[in-house]
């Protein structure tokens, strides 16, 4: 019942900007950690950085100081602010929520299915 939907996926030159949302969809009583995830043909799916239910984020090393996550709790949506984009962040990027819904007695792991992102040298 519940569904993560992504956009804002596009084409863009290098050290340009995108912004990615994520909206979750269905009977959500609440939402608990948010990610975003990104994989390259190839290679294994990496974490790109995570939002707690209280604003608090984590990032890893490579989109540090370029890449901004923040999240709107009252209408459950997630974003991710890429600026200064570099070729190597061309991936699919996928959204995780820790959700817990009416049909649910314990949050559970939902998933997106993936925006592309293609940055142009």
């Known amino acids: 019942q519940v569904q993560l939907v992504e956009s804002g996926g596009a084409l863009v030159q290098a050290g340009g900007s995108l912004r990615l949302s994520c909206a979750a969809s269905g009977v959500i009583l609440g939402i608990n950690d948010m990610a975003w995830h990104r994989q390259a043909p190839g290679k294994q799916r990496e974490l790109v950085g995570y939002i707690t239910r209280g604003g608090n984020t984590n990032y890893a090393d490579s989109v540090k ?19 200064s984009l570099k070729p190597e962040d061309s991936a699919v990027y996928y959204c995780y929520a820790n959700v817990l819904s009416t049909d649910q007695i314990r949050p559970m792991n939902s998933w997106g299915r993936g925006t592309q992102v293609t940055v142009s040298s």
Do not use: A, H, S, V
């Open 65 to 83: 100081g370029r890449f901004t996550i923040y999240r709107d709790n009252d209408n459950r949506m997630l974003y991710l602010q890429m600026n």
